[in-house]
């Protein structure tokens, strides 16, 4: 079965300065996929970076980079230069290659400070 | 490029009513997956659909069902409705095929009084 560990409730940042969000995963599939979204306190889901478990690249969406650590089963999300606008909940997630269930961690909720 | 549109935005139903709600998937994308979302059990998966067939089920009662039209567009509904099933409803659509990103509605906001 799959499953995805967010350990960080609550984390807080100052305005421009870097923050990590832990993610922890596991499964016994060979092929997966990584996921970050965002979620604001309006509730839609924000697709924010993706990382496939053959990348050999971490994967980097502007602001956002993956660092994926495949042997840790970790997946790690850091925000560069934080923006009052970053302030949401933060979930990572993964699914299976070919199946488009998403398996949700519990999230964190990042405060991004002036 | 117009995105996921859930409608309705906010719904308040009675104990025992049975509700419907509409997903309309982002153009080209044939694969539509439903998600709950509360407080206490976090995000669960309902359902997928994929070219008007139901692919994937998650472990929700026969109450929650769905469907997919030919147009993708798809509509979930929940029967004899419990307080337990307040929840926001969350929408997501892909292209459905092997490492594809799912992408997300704003979500219907259910309240069960």
């Known amino acids: 079965a799959q499953k995805i560990t967010q350990t960080q409730p609550g984390m807080f940042v100052q305005e421009k300065e870097a923050v990590t969000l832990d993610c922890t995963y596991d499964?016994?599939?060979?092929?997966?996929?990584l996921f970050w979204y965002k979620q604001p306190s309006s509730g839609e889901m924000i697709f924010l970076i993706y990382q496939g478990s053959y990348d050999q690249q971490n994967a980097t969406e502007g602001r956002y980079s993956l660092n994926f650590q495949k042997a840790r089963k970790s997946a790690n999300l850091v925000i560069s230069a934080s923006q009052l606008g970053d302030s949401a909940m933060y979930f990572c997630a993964m699914k299976n290659t070919g199946f488009q269930k998403l398996v949700f961690g519990t999230g964190t909720r990042l405060l991004v400070s002036p | 490029k117009a995105g996921v549109t859930q409608t309705p935005r906010y719904l308040i139903k009675t104990r025992g009513q049975q509700v419907t709600l509409s997903c309309s998937p982002i153009?080209?994308?044939?694969?539509v997956s439903w998600y709950q979302q509360t407080p206490g059990q976090g995000l669960q998966f309902l359902f997928e659909y994929f070219s008007e067939t139901q692919r994937n089920k998650g472990n929700f009662p026969g109450r929650f069902s769905g469907r997919q039209f030919s147009n993708s567009r798809s509509e979930m509904n929940v029967s004899t409705l419990e307080l337990g099933d307040s929840a926001l409803y969350l929408c997501a659509s892909s292209f459905g095929g092997p490492d594809t990103e799912a992408f997300f509605g704003q979500g219907t906001r259910l309240t069960v009084v």
């Open positions: 499964t016994s599939d060979p092929s997966y996929g």
């Open positions: 153009s080209g994308h044939r694969s």
